[in-house]
């Protein structure tokens, strides 16, 4: 049977209705992006269409408000489907945490100088312009659902024209594999130590990646083709999947401890998934080593791709020249067992003789 699906215009409520009510909101529903995407710039560029009555996109909300719905996990009225950068610049506008725009030219009248002012700012000086603001009214689109499915088809459809990485769309998929992804990507180890970006979902990224890894217990590829794969797989083995989360959440634990807040030497998405398999494979009594070994390994990269500049041929150390190659294909197969065998040889030759000994564990699991 066919589940109901029916998309009509929301009543048409005022900006100042939405702002008092903006905790009415689920503003993350799991398929939804990233916030704080728009820079001030853009968030600014909306605020003078609507106060100088520009046609804005539609947005689109889950509307919760008639009947129990499975899907309203948040329990509130509505859940944004598409238009939470707008939202956000709408509702930071009105916390006038947001200034207009420094060539802002109000349509009324030219003459008027507004340019900078919050909205504050225009209550004081300028209240018919902040009328105009707050009693402005958005194209909003009501969804009412049964099945998670097609409001995941909608998010995905209605961002299709939009630059959605992959790991966007993958965490718009309905299924076990991409929950578990979101669950990683709350670990602690995302939240401080990372350096790499996480607004275009990056966190997401890497999680599938070593999730991939445990399920497969072995590095596996991991180009977009190989995670959507993973996280579209319907009949998954919800045992392995979660053996496969505990694993990587007792890695993640360990990395955790390993790097500092915002470590440098995570600044590079690339390089993560060949840092956690490096990581755990080794014995417990040598991770007080390892990030100095990295910070050492990272300047001996840098040293010999100087010396290779100079044409300094007898002094290059092939294994490092080799590590940087390989680094060009950061989701490739070889690429990462690759790296993580050198990593692995340069680390038993850099530590001190004294704790060579049973370094490293099985990486693959019995």
């Known amino acids: 049977m ?13 900006l100042i209705w939405w702002s008092k009510n903006r905790d009415q909101i689920d503003f993350n529903p799991p398929y939804q992006r990233r916030g704080r995407l728009w820079s001030s710039a853009d968030k600014a560029y909306l605020i003078d269409s609507i106060i100088n009555g520009f046609d804005v996109p539609k947005l689109y909300l889950a509307d919760f408000q008639f ?8 329990r509130l009225p509505y859940a944004i489907i598409d238009g939470k950068q707008r939202l956000e610049a709408v509702f930071d506008f009105f916390d006038n945490n947001l200034t207009l725009r420094a060539d802002f030219k109000y349509r009324k009248n ?16 300028y209240p018919s312009v902040a009328d105009d603001f707050e009693n402005a009214s958005l194209d909003i689109m009501s969804v009412f659902a049964e099945q998670e499915d097609d409001i995941h088809d909608i998010f995905v459809r209605l961002n299709r024209s939009k630059p959605l990485t992959g790991a966007e769309v993958r965490n718009a998929i309905v299924g076990p594999v991409p929950e578990v992804i979101r ?3 709350s670990h602690d180890f995302f939240l401080e130590n990372i350096r790499f970006g996480v607004s275009r ?11 991939f890894f445990e399920y497969e217990n072995a590095m596996m590829p991991t180009k977009k083709t ?12 919800k045992d392995k999947l979660e053996l496969a989360s505990r694993r990587v959440i007792d890695t993640l634990d360990v990395m955790a401890e390993v790097f500092i807040p915002k470590d440098t030497l995570l600044a590079s998405a690339g390089i993560f998934p060949v840092y956690y398999w ?10 007080g080593f390892v990030r100095e070994f990295l910070v050492w390994f990272e300047n001996a990269r840098r040293e010999n791709r100087e010396r290779q500049k100079l044409q300094r041929g007898s002094d290059l150390n092939p294994n490092l020249a080799r590590f940087d190659t390989l680094n060009r294909s950061t989701n490739d197969q070889q690429s990462h067992l690759g790296r993580v065998d050198i990593l692995d040889k340069i680390f038993l030759e850099w530590l001190p003789d004294a704790s060579r000994v049973n370094v490293f564990v099985p990486r693959i699991s019995s």
């Open 2 to 14: 066919m589940s109901i699906l029916r998309i009509s215009p929301h009543k048409p409520m005022t």
């Open 67 to 74: 009947g129990q719905s499975k899907l309203n996990t948040a």
């Open 110 to 125: 030219i003459d008027l100088k507004l340019s900078g002012l919050s909205l504050k700012d225009l209550k004081n000086s």
């Open 183 to 185: 669950t990683l990507a």
């Open 201 to 211: 979902a990056g966190d997401l990224n890497a999680a599938a990646k070593v999730l």
């Open 226 to 237: 190989n995670l959507d794969e993973f996280a579209n797989e319907k009949d998954i083995n």
């Open 278 to 287: 490096f990581i755990r494979g080794i014995r417990p009594g040598a991770h």
